[in-house]
């Protein structure tokens, strides 16, 4: 039994941190992208770094989560966002557009290089990591503020129209989201979405 509650205990301590250093590396992404376009403010900020220190928020990485999985058993959180300044970009809509888009991208690529991982060390915590790398990738590109795919959907419209919308819709952005992770139409939605392609991958391993 010993035995037992220290591997269980080593899985989820390795679990917490496979989470922490996935959103981690979505936000990275975030600012690398920037980077690139010329925006140094999350480097200037250092945010650019693995440290979790650097991206821990005490609201949304520690107290939220907890209460959520306390309350409800489900966890809710994020990380503090990385510093953009799309003002630097040398082309704002296609900046704002793979700056959006680089977090789930860089998610996507965790789980796809998970999945080639558990092809030779099928691990249990290694299918754990890919359905939460998965579900950050899905979850972040719902057109919710101020998730990507709200980004995503900003970058399509005018300059100017970012800046008349975001004031507005930001701060009502988490209870917008807490809403509908709550409603029957998001459980449909990752039932079908992320369900079809964790069997998917299901057909790949049993292959």
Same mark, same amino acid.
């Given at each position: 039994?010993?035995?037992?509650?220290?591997?269980?205990?080593?899985?989820?301590?390795?679990?917490?941190?496979?989470?922490?250093?996935?959103?981690?590396?979505?936000?990275?992404?975030?600012?690398?992208?920037?980077?690139?376009?010329?925006?140094?403010?999350?480097?200037?900020?250092?945010?650019?770094?693995?440290?979790?220190?650097?991206?821990?928020?005490?609201?949304?990485?520690?107290?939220?989560?907890?209460?959520?999985?306390?309350?409800?058993?489900?966890?809710?959180?994020?990380?503090?966002?990385?510093?953009?300044?799309?003002?630097?970009?040398?082309?704002?809509?296609?900046?704002?557009?793979?700056?959006?888009?680089?977090?789930?991208?860089?998610?996507?690529?965790?789980?796809?290089?998970?999945?080639?991982?558990?092809?030779?060390?099928?691990?249990?915590?290694?299918?754990?990591?890919?359905?939460?790398?998965?579900?950050?990738? !899905? #979850?972040?590109? @719902?057109?919710?503020?101020? $998730?990507? *795919?709200?980004?995503?959907? =900003?970058? +399509? %419209?005018?300059?100017?129209?970012?800046?008349?919308?975001?004031?507005?819709?930001?701060?009502?952005?988490?209870?917008?989201?807490?809403?509908?992770?709550?409603?029957? !139409? #998001?459980?449909? @939605?990752?039932?079908?979405? $992320?369900? *079809?392609?964790?069997?998917? =991958?299901? +057909? %790949?391993?049993?292959?």
């Amino acid at each position: 039994m010993k035995e037992f509650s220290l591997g269980s205990l080593a899985f989820w301590i390795l679990f917490a941190l496979g989470i922490l250093y996935s959103i981690i590396l979505h936000e990275i992404a975030h600012g690398v992208v920037a980077l690139w376009w010329g925006d140094d403010t999350a480097k200037q900020n250092k945010r650019l770094s693995l440290s979790p220190l650097a991206h821990i928020d005490p609201v949304g990485t520690v107290i939220v989560p907890l209460l959520m999985y306390l309350t409800s058993g489900s966890i809710f959180g994020w990380a503090k966002p990385v510093p953009i300044n799309p003002s630097k970009f040398r082309s704002w809509r296609w900046g704002n557009l793979t700056v959006s888009l680089a977090g789930i991208t860089m998610n996507i690529l965790v789980a796809a290089i998970l999945v080639g991982i558990t092809l030779v060390f099928p691990l249990n915590l290694f299918f754990h990591l890919i359905t939460v790398n998965l579900f950050l990738a !899905f #979850f972040n590109l @719902l057109p919710l503020p101020p $998730l990507d *795919g709200f980004r995503v959907v =900003l970058s +399509l %419209l005018p300059a100017t129209w970012q800046q008349k919308i975001e004031p507005y819709l930001f701060p009502l952005g988490i209870i917008l989201i807490i809403l509908f992770v709550n409603s029957p !139409f #998001f459980s449909f @939605l990752v039932d079908t979405v $992320l369900g *079809g392609v964790l069997n998917a =991958l299901d +057909l %790949l391993y049993s292959s």
